[in-house]
T-cell receptor
Framework: AQKITQTQPGMFVQEKEAVTLDCTYDTSDQSYGLFWYKQPSSGEMIFLIYQGSYDEQNATEGRYSLNFQKARKSANLVISASQLGDSAMYFC??????????????FGRGTSLIVHP | NAGVTQTPKFRVLKTGQSMTLLCAQDMNHEYMYWYRQDPGMGLRLIHYSVGEGTTAKGEVPDGYNVSRLKKQNFLLGLESAAPSQTSVYFCASWRGGNQPQHFGDGTRLSIL
């Protein structure tokens, strides 16, 4: 079974609108963390935002926020006021276990976001 | 401020040829990884290392070998390249915990 599921292979959004990219995860650990990365067409992987399982508030970084619903095991990325430069692949990833307990962050298959002018 | 450096950036091989991809990191990270990225498949883990002198198999290890003789370097080898190994290869290093992985810029490998 996949540990990270991104159900939207492709998404389209109008410039300046908000968009939500879905991510659900599967773990039996109490301590874990969730990451989102952006991969533009140039290919590099860019870290966007992190949410720890014990963090009481949803993470935010500028126009990026994470809608973390622990009971539903979802960690959706919200991009507010979309820009043309947001067009990219977006990957959700999870690390399980306490410090040093798990060495393999697990990635979803990604969502391709296209922002229309 | 190099971070993670992969060489080469592009390579074309013929079936049966061998080559080594080099990954170097200057952040003193213990953990290093090799992934391949294919359309619609996301990042799939080939091999990883939790420290100097250690390596372990990931999700898709067949046809690849790795070595981590020095902490800062993680080498990925293809002994006899096959067209199915045409892909983009990413190396990453990680401090662990709540820190993100740091990725190289990728190596685009084509095998004819």
């Amino acid at each position: 079974a996949q540990k990270i599921t991104q159900t939207q292979p492709g998404m389209f959004v109008q410039e300046k609108e908000a968009v939500t990219l879905d991510c659900t995860y599967d773990t039996s650990d109490q301590s874990y963390g969730l990451f989102w990365y952006k991969q533009p067409s140039s290919g590099e992987m860019i870290f966007l935002i992190y949410q720890g399982s014990y963090d009481e508030q949803n993470a935010t970084e500028g126009r990026y926020s994470l809608n973390f619903q622990k009971a539903r095991k979802s960690a959706n990325l919200v991009i507010s006021a979309s820009q043309l430069g947001d067009s990219a692949m977006y990957f959700c990833a999870m690390r399980e276990g306490r410090r040093g307990g798990s060495y393999i962050p697990t990635f979803g298959r990604g969502t391709s976001l296209i922002v229309h002018p | 401020n190099a971070g993670v450096t992969q060489t080469p950036k592009f390579r074309v091989l013929k079936t049966g040829q061998s080559m080594t991809l080099l990954c170097a990191q200057d952040m003193n990270h213990e953990y290093m990884y090799w992934y391949r990225q294919d359309p619609g498949m996301g990042l799939r883990l080939i091999h990883y290392s939790v420290g100097e002198g250690t390596t372990a198999k990931g999700e898709v290890p067949d046809g690849y070998n790795v070595s981590r003789l020095k902490k800062q370097n993680f080498l990925l080898g293809l002994e006899s390249a096959a067209p199915s190994q045409t892909s983009v290869y990413f190396c990453a290093s990680w401090r662990g915990g709540n820190q993100p992985q740091h990725f190289g810029d990728g190596t685009r490998l084509s095998i004819l």
